[in-house]
């Protein structure tokens, strides 16, 4: 995940100032905890550990759910994301250089420019379920460019992504950021899905997302939605000259030269759970009215400009 230092995400980074909480943090990069386990390994009481959960949960960096014990329903914690890179601008400069070299663009989730679904499947928008669950048909339904909840057990959602660059003008990267997860009937949070990312029909890598989550309900998500899945992971998969990356993890090799970005003509971006994968445990995307981030799914275009090189 990358963030720019701003105070927008000031509960995020709030969770850095304790050492409590940092020390939790890495207890929890070995395995999912539980609250009491958490408390033993520290030397705190539970209403402390709790209390510092919670405060990285409304700041996004802990997941937990509610498991069924023998004693009561003890609450396992785990990390949200896998990494996080903070981005400073120091300067009006560096501002300036920042625009001049890149472009962005939010695509609304409903926006797909072609897909192939599988049951279960659906979508929502922020007030109602769109025409019927599990019958793919209503993936074509113009209402579709509502939605802010899109799911599918398995196949694929491809997306075209303008390209506004010039003739002195060559992509070095292209960032996409967007909130997902696995997609199992109701939810599930041990639910593993292998999930495809393509450009230009060029696999860049393969993330297993850890489950389908469901336990605490979306920030965003609507009052109305009762039927499971309420947040995803903000997951940033960036396709550079050294490679592919997912939240700065180096996914495979292929770089941004590889996938076919041509001068006036648009690129497309698809996500895919395959039927061949290990784990084909399908996808769910969310929207800037659903889940936990003011979202659809944002694109940025860095690029070189050799008409400026002088």
């Known amino acids: 995940m990358h963030i720019q230092i701003s105070t927008q995400y000031m509960e995020m980074l709030e969770c ?21 386990e958490l408390a033993e390994a520290l030397g705190l009481s539970s209403a402390i550990v709790t209390k510092h959960i919670q405060k990285m949960e409304d700041g996004g960096l802990i997941k937990t759910e509610s498991l069924s014990g023998t004693r009561g329903s003890p609450k ?4 949200a994301i896998d990494s996080l890179t903070l981005q400073l601008r120091s300067s009006s400069t560096n501002n300036e ?13 409903g926006q797909y420019s072609n897909y192939a679904v599988k049951p279960t499947c ?19 339904d113009p209402e579709r460019m509502n939605a802010a909840h899109i799911w599918f057990g398995s196949g694929y959602l491809e997306y075209r992504i303008p390209n506004y660059l010039h003739a002195a003008q060559t992509a070095e990267q292209v960032e996409i950021s967007l909130e997902l997860c696995s997609e199992a009937p109701y939810y599930d949070e041990n639910w593993p899905s292998d999930i495809s990312f393509f ?19 979306g920030a965003l998500t609507p009052a109305w939605w009762q039927l499971g899945t309420q947040n995803g992971l903000l997951k940033t998969l960036t396709i550079q000259e050294t490679g592919t990356y997912l939240d700065g993890v180096k996914l495979s090799e292929v770089t941004v030269n590889d996938v076919g970005i041509k001068l006036g003509e648009d690129f497309r971006f698809r996500l895919a759970s395959l039927e061949t994968a290990r784990h084909c445990g399908g996808i769910s995307l969310f929207g800037k009215q659903f889940g936990n981030y003011k979202q659809d799914i944002v694109v940025h275009v860095f690029y070189k400009d050799r008409s400026k090189a002088n």
């Open 199 to 217: 450009i230009n029909d060029i696999e860049v890598g393969v993330w297993t997302c850890p489950g389908d989550f469901g336990s605490k309900r």
């Open 97 to 109: 250089i920042e625009k001049e070299s890149k472009y962005t663009i939010e695509i609304p989730i």
């Open 122 to 140: 659906g979508l929502a928008s922020d007030t109602k379920i769109l025409g019927l669950v599990d019958d793919p048909r209503y993936f074509s």
């Open 76 to 79: 396992m914690c785990s990390l």
């Open 16 to 36: 850095f100032s304790s050492e409590t909480r940092v020390k939790m943090i890495e207890l929890l990069s070995d395995r999912s905890m539980s609250i009491k």
